[in-house]
């Protein structure tokens, strides 16, 4: 079972900065992915960011050039950094594991998410 924990989440004025993180504990398999998803209210969830266990990257065209994901596989933590945040990036953030055991076959853990708030 894998359990995953976000954090870093709060309140930055426009122009700000924030970093989020979540933890994973359990197994993580060596094909993977840990994905960033957002929530508005009223909206739907949507892909912030991905990072594949062999590296690879992908953001949401709305957050390129200002959000960036890495890891440390050290602490098995993805991280967010997010800058130049926008009043539109206010949303939960959760963060999402999938954990590969074949081509087409997944298991995905979420975590609870943190609130990112952008506000004057």
């Known amino acids: 079972q894998v359990q995953l924990a976000e954090s870093g989440g709060g309140l930055v004025q426009p122009g700000g900065s924030l970093r989020l993180s979540c933890a994973a504990s359990?197994?993580?398999?060596?094909?993977?992915?840990m994905v960033w998803y957002r929530q508005a209210p009223g909206k739907q969830r949507e892909l912030v960011a991905a990072?594949?266990?062999?590296?690879?990257?992908n953001y949401a065209d709305s957050v390129k050039g200002r959000i960036t994901i890495s890891r440390d596989s050290a602490k098995n933590t993805v991280y967010l950094q997010m800058n130049s945040l926008k009043p539109e990036d206010t949303a939960v953030y959760y963060c999402?594991?999938?954990?590969?055991?074949?081509?087409?076959?997944?298991?995905?853990?979420w975590g609870q998410g943190t609130q990112v708030t952008v506000s004057s």
């Open positions: 999402k594991l999938e954990n590969y055991v074949g081509i087409n076959i997944k298991h995905d853990y």
């Open positions: 359990g197994s993580i398999f060596s094909l993977h992915v």
């Open positions: 990072l594949r266990s062999g590296g690879s990257t």
